[in-house]
């Protein structure tokens, strides 16, 4: 079955709606491994977004652009 298609807008627009609150990421790293963390959207960017994870150890933020989240490569869902 084909997946209904999306636009990188309606990603870039998805990703606005939960700036500045936290949000559950889940990211596949290919080859049967994926990490799963709840973190904070930091920052919106034209290219890019930005998580801060809750995790005391990690010193940081992580980044995705937005086709790693319209390929499914990343997903986030807000708490």
Known sequence: MIKP???I???KRMVKDCSA???A???NLG???SVSYSG???GVYPALFTVKPDDKDFLGKTAYS???VLCG???IKRI
């Open 40 to 42: 904070v959207l930091s």
């Open 9 to 11: 807008s309606d990603v």
């Open 73 to 75: 490569n990343v997903k």
């Open 5 to 7: 298609t999306k636009k």
């Open 25 to 27: 990421v889940h990211v």
């Open 21 to 23: 609150q936290r949000v």
């Open 31 to 33: 080859r049967n491994k």
């Open 66 to 68: 937005y086709s790693d």
